[in-house]
T-cell receptor, first 114, second 115 residues
């Protein structure tokens, strides 16, 4: 069985400040990990994914995440927040390639303070 | 990338009627598609896995007779909400994956409101 836990349902940061969204996973097999972003009334857009290659993964829009097996974590970061980053962010895990169903965390709503 | 399109983007229907939602992979073939449901301010919950040419696999607690899934071709899966009730109002999202890809591509979602 697999699961992800996102710490903090709401995160607020000032524009230009560091963004840190936390995700911890549980998996009985080597996991594939994903971060998605969702804007209001829209589907999900993939930010980045970890597929057992490099542990530091760079994604779109300046986001990156580091896979830490010892901490079972896959936290999402961005050095400098922009107003356009305000959205809902979901961490997800799967046991296999994309054909495997995704298990999502409960999401973190990111608010950017001007 | 790959494009997955859902139709309609939003729909309002009367209680007791049925609604069909389409999920299409526009530029690739998807042997497997997934249907998720998202309640307001909550995460996505997998409803069922749709396999081309075979019966869908439903998650525990999802009524297969109420949420009919058909995956008739490699580019189209449909979700029909039968005898809809207000509690079925939700945001429904599909995803599809290429056979040899580690990414699931999501549709833009369908907001269903049952009145």
């Amino acid at each position: 069985a697999q699961s992800v836990t996102q710490l903090g349902s709401h995160v607020s940061v000032s524009e230009g400040a560091l963004v840190l969204l936390r995700c911890n996973y549980s998996s009985s097999v080597p996991p594939y990990l994903f971060w998605y972003v969702q804007y209001p009334n829209q589907g999900l857009q993939l930010l980045l994914k970890y597929t057992s290659a490099a542990t530091l993964v760079k994604g779109i829009n300046g986001f990156e995440a580091e896979f830490k097996k010892s901490e079972t974590s896959f936290h999402l970061t961005k050095p400098s927040a922009h107003m356009s980053d305000a959205a809902e962010y979901f961490c997800a895990v799967s046991a296999n390639f994309g054909n495997e169903k995704l298990t999502f965390g409960t999401g973190t709503r990111l608010t950017i303070i001007p | 990338g790959a494009v997955v399109s859902q139709h309609p983007s939003w729909v309002i229907c009367k209680s007791g009627t049925s609604v069909k939602i389409e999920c299409r992979s526009l530029d690739f073939q998807a042997t497997t598609m997934f249907w998720y449901r998202q309640f307001p301010k909550q995460s996505l919950m997998l409803m069922a896995t749709s396999n081309e040419g075979s019966k869908a696999t439903y998650e525990q607690g999802v009524e297969k007779d109420k949420f009919l899934i058909n995956h008739a071709s490699l580019t189209l899966s449909t979700l029909t909400v039968t005898s809809a009730h207000p509690e079925d109002s939700s945001f429904y999202i599909c995803s599809a994956s290429k056979p040899t890809n580690t990414e699931a591509f999501f549709g833009q979602g369908t907001r269903l409101t049952v009145v």
